[in-house]
Structure formats: structure tokens, C-alpha cells
């Protein structure tokens, strides 16, 4: 099967159900080690392509603002569920592409 958006956003949509218990798990260390090495400082702005289920969004410094963009709606939505269950206000979503980014350049 050639992978394209449509059915890369499909095969992540059924996914999104168990990614956190599954490779969810091995990549969570690595994730949060590397936003510990970014030393974010108040007001800075983050970028977290492929945020996928969200599951590292707790990690990033509430004076920052984070957006998390992803291409599956299924993802997006397990990652929507845990902003509003952790009150994680300094964190938004975007669906999208990460190659066509609906950001001005900056």
C-alpha cells in the first residue's frame, strides 16, 4: 500500500486507540528528555509536529505555548481529551500536514 495523506491519517485514526500503551511507551522517555533539553523559557512558543495522542504535552512549561499539529483526527482527539482532563490551557492542536504547514513563515 503507497502511503499518502489520506491513508496515513486513516492508519493513525485506528491507531490512535492504543498508541499510548503500545509504541507510545517506548518513544515517551526520549520525548520528554528532548523537551528538557530544548530549556524553553516564559513566552516562548513550541512547534510539536506529529504530536500524535498528546501523551508528552503535560511536559511542556505552562508559561510556554505549545501547539501540537498532527495529520490524524483520531490522534488529535485522544490529545484534545488530555489538554481538557489536565486543564493544560497553554497547549493548542492543528490538523494538518507537517509538510504544508498552515503557519506564516516566523
Known amino acids: 500500500m ?3 495523506e489520506s491513508s496515513t491519517s486513516r492508519l493513525y485514526d485506528l491507531w490512535a486507540k492504543f498508541y499510548d500503551s503500545s509504541f507510545g511507551r517506548l518513544v515517551y522517555k526520549h520525548k520528554r528528555r528532548a523537551i528538557e533539553q530544548l530549556q524553553l523559557q516564559a513566552g516562548q512558543r513550541v512547534l510539536d509536529l506529529g504530536v500524535g495522542t498528546g501523551m508528552i ?6 508559561e510556554v505555548t505549545a501547539v501540537g499539529m498532527d495529520l490524524s483526527a483520531g490522534m488529535l482527539a485522544k490529545a484534545a481529551e ?5 486543564q493544560l490551557d497553554h497547549c493548542h492542536l492543528v ?11 516566523g
Open 95 to 105: 490538523q494538518a500536514d507537517a509538510m504544508q504547514p498552515p503557519f506564516a513563515a
Open 2 to 4: 503507497q502511503m499518502n
Open 57 to 62: 504535552l503535560a511536559h511542556y512549561p505552562a
Open 82 to 86: 488530555k489538554i481538557r482532563c489536565l
